[in-house]
């Protein structure tokens, strides 16, 4: 059954964010971690279906105020060697403690996208408050750039949480050595279930909107968008 849900921008500890709940709030809630694009209107739109689903949604904003509504591609992809894992690491935990905290919710996962698909692995490592984790085609590439200095994979390999991770083997981004080692830290763990999709041609970040004038990438989030879903609501249900 779909929700009324109320959307507003808010500041926590000086950190600009959006929330989309249902209306009178939730005791279920997600960290959503954008893509490339910040707080632009596609992960809006993500917020909104989460919340529509019944579970609260709080957008951690990577770029503190530019995104894809009012910033080109090229310049925010200039921006990409500028975040700091520490740092992001610690805005998404007062987002968490926010969710935890202030919005009630008394259980919560995170979903990322691209290099919020990396942060989640990684947030999902470290903190083991969190009920679930879902890794939108992760951004982990071959070579690490300098500003990597947390290793995804092997913070992969600590989360005690479920796992939802959707690989596409066009990814141009990712080889598909890294997400085997990916694969092999989730499976490998004594805690946790993981679900590993894989989406034959389609392409790294397949579930833009953007990108569906290619069919196999429309096709691939159609299916997977759905599962998703379900798995925030399983995972997150109080």
Known sequence: MTQ????????VNGLGAYLAQPAGGSRSGMLLLP?????????????????ATGVTALVWDP??????????????????PELDDAVAMDEQTQLLDHLFGELGCTRAGVIGWCLG??????????????S?????????????????????????????????MLYPTADELVPRSRFDELQA???????????????PDAEHGFS???????PVNAEAFA????????????????
Do not use: C
Not at 185 to 199: D, N
């Open 4 to 11: 009324d849900i109320e959307t507003s921008r808010l500041t």
């Open 35 to 51: 893509m490339v694009t910040g707080i632009g209107e596609q992960v809006r739109e993500w917020a909104g279906a989460i919340a």
């Open 63 to 80: 770029w503190h105020g530019p995104s894809s509504d009012d910033t080109s591609m090229p310049d925010l992809l200039a921006k990409m």
């Open 117 to 130: 698909g990396r942060f989640a692995l990684i947030l999902g490592g470290r903190d083991h408050r969190l």
């Open 132 to 164: 679930g984790v879902v890794a939108y085609h992760p951004t982990v590439p071959g070579e690490t750039p300098p500003n990597h200095t947390m290793d995804a994979v092997a913070h992969a390999g600590l989360i005690k949480a479920p796992v939802m």
């Open 185 to 199: 830290a989730l499976q490998g763990r004594s805690a946790g279930a993981s679900l590993i999709h894989v989406y």
């Open 208 to 214: 833009n909107k953007t990108r569906h004038g290619t």
């Open 223 to 238: 299916l997977s968008w759905p599962q998703v879903l379900e798995f925030v609501r399983v995972t997150t249900e109080i």
